[in-house]
C-alpha cells in the first residue's frame, strides 16, 4: 500500500508585519520592511537596537475561545495561540472538529519563554557575594521565590505553546515540541508530516513560536556577533546575499500550519491548499560555532527532500522549468550562511541553481529564530497559490561571489508548482521540505 | 516487510545518575535500594521547600576524562546538562561496541557510515550558570546597587565570553554528541520535560524504521540541581516539603500513601538504537528489542500541566498506543517502569493510568520505581528508566524498591531484588506540560 498523500488545510501567522495571512503577505510583496527600533526593553545602548517586533496591536485574546483559560500564556503561547486560530479556521475544524481527538496531534518547533528579566537579574545581584564571586543560595531562594511568579516560570518550558494549542483545539494525539535552533520548526513540519505518512495521526498541528527579543537573547547573539549591528535606518540592516551584508535582524512570532492525510480532508470536503512531497534531515557534526564550509550537510538535507518527493533535481520539468520554482532561502544575513547556502543550493542543483529564484524573507520579517521555518514554509504555500515571489529586500549591492536569482528588492510574478524551504541552525542541523501545488 | 517498520534493537546503553555512570553502578545501587538522594554540593538550597537533590558526585564523573583528549577544550563550553549527554553517549558507544570518528581510528574505519548515524536527545530548559552570569551582571550596576541595562548594553555584556549562549541552546547536546561521535543523519532535539528522552527515542526508532539511519544515539539528558530549576520544580509542586534534619534515602516515596512530593535530580542517558538487519550483520549483540512506541497529550485542566488530572487519561493513551504498535496485550506485560517520582497528586494519575490500562492485573505488576536514585531529572528520566528496563530484561532481575507502599493499588510496595521470567517491559513517562511518551521493551531473541 502506498503511504498516505498530506495536504496542507490551514495556515496563520503573528509577525512583525502584522498578525493576518493576507495582510502580511501584502507587506511581503510590498518589500516592506518591519524593522524598529526595539521596544521590549531598553535596548538603546545594545550593539543592537532594532528588530521587528509583533506590535503591540496583536491581542492573543480576540482569537481564542475562552481567553480565560491561557490567561498566564507567555509571548510564545500568546503569538502560537493567534497563528494556530487562523490556520485552524481556515482549515474549516472550528467548525465541524475532528470525531477522536487522540487523532489529533501537535509538532512545534516552539522557542523556551522569555525570562522574567527583571526579577531574575534582580534576585541574582541581589545574592551576589563579590567578595567570594558566588552566589548566596539562601539569599537567592528567599528573593527568587518571593519576587518571581509561579505560572512565568512554568510558562518559560519550552513545551507549554503545545499545553496552549492543545488545551485550545482538544488535541490528545502524539505530542512534540522540538528546538533545534533556527531549524526547529521546519523540523517540526517535517516529523509531522512524517508522522501522518506513517498514519498515526489524520491531523497535526504544526509550526514554529518564538522571541529572542529580550536582553539576554539579544546579548547572546550579539556576543556572537551574529546579529547586525548597522547604523541608520533599521529597515536597511537586513542584508541577506547582500556584499555588506552583516548579521541577521531579530524578529519574533509564530507561524502555524494544519498538516492531515489527503483522505481526512477530503472525507470532511476541506480545500488543500498545498501538498508536502518531500522532507530531508542532516546534520553537520562539524563544529559548535560554524556550518561544514563546502554546504554539504545543508545539501543532504535538500537531496532527502527531494528524493522523497521523486523529484531529479537535475531535471527540467515538462514546461523546461527547473524541477523547483522557488527556494524559500534561510538567508539570514550572515556571511556565512548565505555563501554556504549558496554553494549548497549550487551542489544540489549543478547549473540549473541559477535559473531558480530563491528569496529571504528574513529581509522583511526579520528571524523568527525557532518559528523562522515555519513563516518561510507559509510564503510557500502562498507563492504557489498567487504565483508571486516575495523578494529580498535590501539587496542593492551584490556580493560578486554570490551569483544566484535572489529575486532581488522587487516582488516577481511567476509560475510556481513546486518550492523548497530550507532551515539551518546553530548546532548542524539542517532541514528542508517540499511543497507543492496540490492536484487532486 | 515496508521500509517504514524495520524492526530496531538497542544495543547499547549508557545511562547515568547519581550513582555514577553507566549501567552497573546504576543497577547495583537499585539492586540494593540505596538512595541517590543527598544534599546539594553547589548551593546551599535550604531556603527551598526540599533541601535535598539527587545529584551525582563530581568523583564519580567528570566529562574530562571521558572525552578524548582531542576534545577536551570543547568542555568549556559545556553546560551541565551538555556534560551529561555527552558522558553517557561515549558509554553507550562503548557498551555497543561501535568504532566511531570518537576513537580516532588508524584506519578510519568506523562502523557505522556517518551519514546512516542518527541522533535524538531530549534537553531541558537549560539554566545558566549562576555565578558565571551573575559576575558579569554585577559589572552593570547603578550607585544603588540596582542593574544598569544602558552599562550592560554598552560594555557589560562584553564580560560574558562570547560563546556564552552556545551553553545553553537546548540542542547543543545532539550539536557536541554528532560532532563527537560524527552522526551526520537525522538529528533532532525534543524539549517536552520529563516525556523528551521517550520521545526521543521514539522518533530515533522512526527514523530508522523508515530506512532515514541504520544507527541513532538516542535519550535524553537534564540537570535540575541548579537554582532556577529549584525554584520551578518548587512551583510546579513538585518538591517536598522537607528540613535538613530529615533522612534524604526517605524523602522520596513513590505511589506511597504517606508521600511528600521529589526532589530535583541531574542525569539521563543514551541508547545506541539499530536496525535489526544492520546489528545482525555486523555481529551485534541486541540487548533488547525496541518493540513499540506510543506518544500522546493528556487534557490538562490548568493548561500548563501543573495539575495532570487524576484519571491518567492521556497516560494510559501513550501506553496503549505503545502496545497496540509493538503487537502486544496489556497482559503479555511483564513489569513497567513508571515515572512515579513521588509527587501526590502526579503518582496519583499514574497508578489510574496502570489501573486503566492493566486491569485487575495492576496490584500485581511489578513497577521499577528508580526516582529514589533519580530524582526528577528532567529531559533524562526516561533514558534512565529505558536503561534500566534493558538491564532488567537482560538480567532476568528486578531491582529492589524502597518507600513506596500498595495504597494506590499498584505493585509499589518495599520489595528486595528478585529473579523475574521478563519477556516484555513498558516504560513512560508523563511531563510536565501534558506530553506522554511510552514505549515497550523485549526481550532479545
Redesign the interface.
Known amino acids: 500500500m502506498s503511504e498516505p498523500r498530506i495536504v496542507v488545510t490551514g495556515i496563520g501567522w503573528v509577525t512583525g508585519l502584522g498578525h493576518s495571512i493576507e495582510s502580511v503577505w501584502k507587506r511581503l510583496l510590498a518589500a516592506d520592511s518591519g524593522m524598529e527600533p526595539t521596544t521590549r526593553f531598553d535596548a538603546r545602548t545594545f550593539p543592537t537596537s532594532f528588530a521587528a517586533e509583533v506590535k503591540k496591536d496583536f491581542d492573543f485574546r480576540s482569537f481564542v475561545k475562552d481567553p480565560s483559560v491561557h490567561a498566564t500564556a507567555g509571548l510564545n503561547s500568546q503569538f502560537a495561540l493567534g497563528a494556530a486560530s487562523q490556520a485552524w479556521k481556515q482549515s474549516g475544524l472550528d467548525v465541524k472538529p475532528p470525531k477522536d481527538p487522540r487523532r489529533v496531534g501537535l509538532y512545534l518547533g516552539a522557542g523556551e519563554g522569555v525570562l522574567d528579566f527583571d526579577n531574575y537579574v534582580a534576585t541574582m545581584l541581589h545574592a551576589w557575594d563579590g567578595a567570594t564571586g558566588k552566589i548566596d543560595g539562601v539569599k537567592w531562594a528567599a528573593r527568587g521565590l518571593a519576587s518571581m511568579d509561579r505560572l512565568k516560570e512554568i510558562e518559560q518550558e519550552p513545551n507549554m505553546p503545545l499545553a496552549h494549542l492543545a488545551r485550545e483545539f482538544n488535541c490528545r494525539g502524539p505530542a512534540y515540541n522540538c528546538l533545534t535552533a533556527c531549524a526547529a520548526s521546519t523540523q517540526a513540519i517535517g516529523e509531522a508530516f512524517s508522522i501522518l505518512r506513517r498514519g498515526d495521526a489524520d491531523v497535526m498541528i504544526s509550526g514554529g513560536t518564538h522571541t529572542m527579543i529580550h536582553p539576554l537573547g539579544v546579548t547572546g547573539f550579539n556576543r556572537l556577533t551574529a546579529l547586525s549591528e548597522r547604523k541608520g535606518d533599521p529597515t536597511e540592516a537586513s542584508r541577506p546575499f547582500s556584499v555588506d551584508r552583516g548579521g541577521f535582524v531579530m524578529g519574533e512570532g509564530s507561524g502555524m500550519v494544519i498538516l492531515e492525510t489527503l483522505e481526512h480532508a477530503m472525507a470532511r470536503g476541506a480545500t488543500p491548499l498545498a501538498e508536502v512531497m518531500g522532507y530531508g534531515s542532516s546534520c553537520d557534526a562539524y563544529r559548535i560555532t560554524d556550518i561544514q564550509p563546502d554546504g554539504r550537510g545543508a545539501a543532504v538535507a535538500m537531496l532527502a527532500a527531494l528524493r522523497q518527493a521523486g523529484i531529479d533535481p537535475h531535471a527540467r520539468d515538462a514546461q523546461g522549468r527547473p524541477p523547483i520554482q522557488y527556494i524559500s532561502a534561510h538567508g539570514t544575513g550572515t556571511k556565512e550562511n548565505d555563501s554556504i547556502e549558496t554553494k549548497a543550493v549550487k551542489r544540489v542543483f549543478g547549473d540549473m541553481a541559477r535559473d531558480i529564484p530563491m528569496s529571504s524573507i528574513k529581509s522583511m520579517m526579520g528571524h523568527l529564530i525557532a518559528a523562522a521555518g515555519s513563516v518561510e514554509f507559509i510564503t510557500c504555500v502562498l507563492a504557489i497559490r498567487d504565483g508571486m515571489l516575495p523578494p529580498t529586500r535590501n539587496l542593492k549591492n551584490r556580493d560578486p561571489e554570490l551569483d544566484l536569482d535572489y529575486v532581488p528588492n522587487q516582488t516577481r510574478a511567476a509560475k510556481v508548482d513546486v518550492c523548497l524551504s530550507n532551515n539551518f541552525g546553530f548546532g548542524g542541523q539542517n532541514d528542508a521540505l517540499v511543497v507543492t501545488r496540490f492536484r487532486g | 516487510m515496508p521500509r517504514?517498520n524495520r524492526r530496531v534493537v538497542i544495543t547499547g546503553i549508557g545511562p547515568i545518575a547519581p550513582p555514577g555512570l553507566g549501567i552497573d553502578a546504576i543497577w547495583s545501587a537499585l539492586l540494593e535500594g540505596r538512595s541517590g538522594v543527598g544534599p546539594?554540593s553547589i548551593?546551599?538550597?535550604?531556603?527551598?521547600r526540599c533541601p535535598f537533590v539527587a545529584q551525582l558526585p563530581a568523583d564519580r564523573f567528570d566529562v574530562k576524562q571521558v572525552v578524548p583528549k582531542s576534545y577536551r577544550k570543547?568542555t568549556k563550553?559545556m553546560s551541565r546538562d551538555i556534560e551529561l549527554a555527552v558522558g553517557a553517549a561515549y558509554e553507550a558507544v562503548r557498551a555497543a561496541g561501535l568504532i566511531t570518528k570518537a576513537h580516532e581510528p588508524a584506519d578510519g574505519k568506523v562502523t557505522i557510515p556517518?551519514?546512516r548515524m542518527?541522533?535524538h536527545i531530549g534537553?531541558g530548559?537549560i539554566a545558566?550558570e549562576?555565578?558565571e552570569?551573575?559576575?558579569a551582571?554585577?559589572t552593570s550596576?547603578k550607585a544603588d546597587?540596582?542593574?544598569d541595562?544602558?552599562?550592560?548594553?554598552?560594555t557589560g555584556?562584553?564580560n560574558?565570553?562570547?560563546?556564552?549562549?552556545?551553553k545553553?541552546?537546548?540542542?547543543?547536546l545532539?550539536?557536541?554528541v554528532?560532532?563527537c561521535?560524527?552522526?551526520?543523519?537525522?538529528?533532532?532535539?525534543?524539549?517536552?520535560?520529563e516525556a523528551s528522552a521517550l520521545?526521543s527515542v521514539g522518533?530515533s526508532m522512526?527514523v530508522i524504521g523508515?530506512g532515514?539511519a541504520d544507527a541513532c544515539l538516542s535519550g535524553g539528558a537534564e540537570s535540575k540541581v541548579n537554582?532556577m530549576a529549584i525554584?520551578?520544580q518548587?512551583?510546579?509542586g513538585r518538591l517536598a516539603q522537607a528540613t535538613a534534619s530529615d533522612d534524604p534515602a526517605r524523602i522520596v516515596r513513590p505511589f506511597a500513601k504517606d508521600a511528600i512530593g521529589g526532589v530535583a535530580g541531574e542525569g539521563g542517558g543514551i541508547l545506541v538504537l539499530e536496525a535489526a538487519e544492520s546489528a545482525e550483520a555486523r555481529g551485534a549483540t541486541a540487548l533488547a528489542e525496541l518493540a513499540g512506541f506510543?506518544?500522546?497529550?493528556?487534557?490538562?485542566a490548568d493548561?500548563?500541566?501543573?495539575d495532570p488530572g487524576r484519571d491518567g487519561e492521556?497516560i494510559a493513551?501513550a501506553v496503549r498506543a505503545a502496545l497496540d504498535d509493538a503487537g502486544v496485550k496489556p497482559d503479555q506485560v511483564d513489569a513497567v517502569v513508571p515515572f512515579g517520582c513521588g509527587t501526590p497528586a502526579l503518582d496519583a494519575a499514574e497508578a489510574a493510568a496502570i489501573r486503566g490500562v492493566f486491569g485487575a492485573r495492576a496490584a500485581q505488576l511489578p513497577l521499577l520505581t528508580i526516582s529514589t536514585i533519580t530524582g526528577n531529572c528532567g529531559a533524562g528520566f526516561g533514558a534512565v528508566a529505558a536503561s534500566v528496563a534493558v538491564q532488567a530484561l537482560r538480567t532476568g532481575m528486578l531491582p529492589a524498591r524502597v518507600n513506596g507502599d500498595a495504597s494506590q493499588g499498584v505493585d509499589a510496595a518495599p520489595v528486595a531484588a528478585r529473579k523475574a521470567d521478563l519477556k516484555t517491559v513498558v516504560v513512560y513517562t508523563p511531563?510536565?506540560?501534558?506530553?506522554n511518551a511510552a514505549i515497550v521493551l523485549r526481550r532479545a531473541s
Open positions: 517504514q546539594c548551593f546551599d538550597i535550604s531556603g527551598f570543547a563550553v556517518a551519514d542518527g541522533c534537553a530548559l545558566a549562576e555565578n552570569l551573575t559576575a551582571l554585577a550596576r546597587g540596582g542593574f541595562i544602558a552599562a550592560w548594553g554598552a555584556m562584553q560574558l565570553t562570547p560563546l556564552w549562549m552556545l545553553y541552546l537546548p540542542n547543543m545532539a550539536c557536541h554528532t560532532i561521535h560524527d552522526c551526520q543523519g537525522p538529528s533532532n532535539t525534543i524539549t517536552c520535560g520521545l522518533e522512526r523508515r532515514a537554582l525554584l520551578r518548587q512551583f510546579a506510543g506518544a500522546s497529550q493528556s487534557f490538562c493548561t500548563v500541566g501543573a492521556g493513551d511531563s510536565l506540560g501534558g506530553q
